[in-house]
């Protein structure tokens, strides 16, 4: 079934439906003048500045001038009555680092300056043999070493080097661990009297001032508890 054309009611009035014939001309357009050309390149005229004597409101008489206030700066009333005019206190800038105060840490009682050190206390190979027949008789060897460290003297470290003993060391497992503090100028003075002293661990360069006292508490102890 053929479809049926759409009917308009009024004629069409875009003049697409006017036949263009091939003998027709277009008519021509004309070139844009030269006045226009400089119409469009001329500047926009200013707008002419505001009367003098003329406020907001567009009455005449004086003009009402706002005075010109930086945001920094307030007018303050100072003790006498007078106006003064300073910054802001909102306005004030952080201070400088070489004016902020240091930072003071009181020391608790009973400590000592300098930097904490973990050493370890070696038995030696006699030591070692003593410790195990305790142990095997139902004193444990921790006790032994704890009950042989707190009987020794206080520890003071010197910036002088002493070497360690030379005696046979028992086995690891029996060393005790302990913690002390010695300033760090100490212990570059040690390290300066040994050859390579800058290389050497701290341990090596403290151990020999302790265990002397440590070795010889460890005996009495030893003997003590054996008896």
Request: a positive charge; zero cysteines; hydrophobic letters at 35%.
């Amino acid at each position: 079934m053929a479809r049926e054309r759409i009917k308009t009611l009024r004629p069409d009035a875009t003049g697409f439906g006017k036949a263009v014939t091939a003998g027709s001309q277009r008519p021509e357009l004309g070139t844009i003048s030269d006045d226009a050309i400089k119409s469009f390149k001329a500047q926009p005229a200013v707008a002419p500045p505001a009367s003098e004597g003329t406020n907001r409101d567009g009455d005449m008489g004086h003009t009402h001038a706002e005075p010109d206030v930086t945001p920094m700066e307030v007018e303050h009333t100072s003790s006498s009555g007078d106006r003064e005019t300073g910054p802001s206190p909102k306005a004030k800038a952080n201070p400088s680092p070489h004016r902020l105060a240091h930072l003071v840490v009181p020391r608790r009682a009973g400590s000592k300056p300098g930097a904490p050190h973990t050493l370890r206390l070696r038995v030696l190979q006699r030591h070692a043999d003593a410790l195990e027949r305790l142990e095997a008789e139902g004193t444990p060897r921790a006790t032994v070493l704890k009950a042989a460290y707190a009987n020794m003297r206080t520890i003071t470290i010197e910036p002088r080097y002493v070497p360690q003993s030379t005696e046979v060391s028992g086995p690891a497992e029996w060393s005790h661990r302990i913690t002390i503090k010695v300033e760090p100028q100490v212990i570059r003075a040690i390290a300066a009297k040994v050859r390579n002293g800058n290389k050497a661990p701290k341990s090596a360069l403290l151990l020999g001032q302790i265990e002397p006292a440590w070795f010889s508490s460890l005996d009495v102890i030893i003997r003590d508890l054996a008896e």
